[in-house]
């Protein structure tokens, strides 16, 4: 079967991206994190063996990021209003291509090709949808083989039910056939919004957060972050 893996994410603008981490690393440094995020996690998507490679943006299309992108990453704007708009409309427009469609944002650093892989996997054991849940109550991925619009609208996001409440829609979704929608849970991973994720994520693996922080320019010789 034959799969897209989808980045949607938005442009690192100064003052738009990862807000909250500002007391932490400044505004600057906030946008900074984001790009090597970013950047991170289209690498990651470059390196899996994907029939197509989808990176959904926001606004005008980042100069760094686009001089980066792998020569196989279609480049499509983002649609629709909300996120939950977003996220269908991308995968919708995946699966017009593919059997299968998997989406990402760029939050987490945790995510690598075998995440995507056991992702694939859980869609191609029969499963409908797969989810990555978020240690936060949302969700880092969902794949999808055939479109559920009915699983993201009237959803309020970056609230700590999210995941709760989608599976809880999808419990009562029949298919088309009159069976009921089946759903897959990957493990749980650590995505990045609040200065506590930070220090979560330098507590669990410090040589990796010093290097990154150290790639991004946010650190001093020792890994820790400054603003």
């Not at 440094?29 to 029939?51: E, H, I, M, N, S």
Request: glycine letters at 8%.
């Amino acid at each position: 079967m034959t799969t897209s893996i989808i980045v949607l994410a938005k442009n690192p603008v100064v003052g738009e991206v990862k807000t909250r981490l500002a007391p932490e690393l400044g505004m600057q440094g906030a946008c900074r994190f984001y790009r090597a995020l970013l950047v991170r996690t289209l690498d990651v998507q470059a390196k899996y063996p994907a029939a197509r490679r989808i990176f959904c943006f926001s606004g005008p299309m980042d100069s760094e990021i686009s001089a980066n992108l792998d020569r196989s990453v279609l480049c499509e704007p983002q649609a629709g209003e909300g996120l939950g708009a977003r996220m269908h409309a991308a995968l919708l427009e995946a699966l017009k291509h593919t059997e299968k469609a998997i989406l990402i944002g760029a939050d987490c650093p945790q995510i690598d090709t075998a995440y995507l892989a056991q992702a694939e996997a859980a869609l191609g054991a029969g499963n409908d949808l797969v989810f990555g849940p978020s240690h936060d109550g949302g969700y880092v991925l969902v794949g999808v083989q055939r479109p559920c619009p009915d699983i993201f609208s009237g959803i309020t996001y970056s609230q700590p039910d999210v995941l709760r409440k989608t599976v809880e829609r999808i419990a009562s979704l029949k298919r088309p056939d009159g069976a009921g929608v089946s759903c897959a849970l990957l493990p749980a991973l650590n995505d990045i919004d609040e200065p506590c994720d930070l220090r979560a994520w330098a507590a669990r693996a410090p040589a990796e957060f010093a290097a990154f922080m150290r790639a991004a320019g946010l650190a001093n010789a020792d890994g820790t972050p400054f603003r």
